[in-house]
């Protein structure tokens, strides 16, 4: 049980949650990108620059730090003091990406809300971790079912194609919310959590992006 926890943490890690999102929504509404599917024209591009700076630099950086001794070890993050260090340079390193990106024209509302959305839950985050550990695996989980919410608030279909095949926003809602419950169940298993620190994550991630809306509108 826990090498499947540990395989479900790492597929669904918080530093993966804005990649995700990205395809999510270029799937979903891929016209809103300029293209016609994920995988055209400049979709690539955009997928490949999120997961540089959300995922791999704020990686780097991490592991920079376990490299001089600031943080112990790169597996325990749920330890509140060791998280101070990789909360400041992801904070910063995602709060540069959504400045950059927000002054594109091309991007769509949604994304920028999504992104800033995921600033502000890394900045609470940060502050409650002084008081709870809080988990950031929920954080992360919360704040990608609040992007499909936010998604089907900006959007005026309720269904959309993938492959072959036509889908509600509905089922993809639940598919959302089926895989933050697997996740916080993960993380149950490997770490020492109370459910004030699952849900209290879940709560912060999806919150958090329908505060951002308003910001982004």
């Known amino acids: 049980m826990k090498n499947i926890a540990q395989i479900i943490s790492w597929i669904f890690h918080p ?13 979903v509404n891929p016209y809103a990108f300029g293209i016609n599917r994920l995988g055209e024209g400049r979709s ?4 490949i620059m999120i997961f540089l700076q959300s995922t ?4 780097i950086a991490i592991s920079m730090m376990k490299t001089l001794g600031l943080v ?5 993050m749920e330890d ?11 904070g910063i390193l995602y709060l540069w990406l959504y400045v950059n990106f927000n002054r594109l024209p091309d991007i769509p509302i949604v994304f920028k809300s999504a992104a800033l959305g995921c600033v502000i839950a890394l900045f609470t985050a940060f502050i409650l971790n002084i008081f709870s550990k809080i988990s950031l695996h929920t954080v992360g989980m919360g ?3 609040g992007m ?12 959309f194609q993938f492959g072959d095949q036509m889908y509600s926003m509905y089922t993809l809602l639940f598919v959302g919310i089926g895989l933050a419950g697997l996740v916080g169940s993960a993380r149950m298993i490997l770490e020492d959590l109370s459910p004030k620190d699952l849900y209290g994550g ?6 958090t992006q329908l505060i951002a809306l308003q910001f982004a509108l």
């Open 143 to 145: 704040s990608l079912v």
């Open 202 to 207: 879940y709560l912060v991630g999806f919150s």
């Open 72 to 76: 112990p070890q790169l597996d325990s």
């Open 15 to 27: 530093l993966l949650i804005l990649t995700y999102m990205i395809c999510i929504l270029m799937i």
């Open 80 to 90: 509140r003091t060791n998280r101070i260090g990789p909360f400041i340079a992801t």
């Open 56 to 59: 791999l630099i704020p990686g």
């Open 44 to 47: 690539t591009l955009l997928v």
């Open 148 to 159: 499909i919410l936010v998604a089907m608030l900006l959007f005026s279909y309720n269904s």
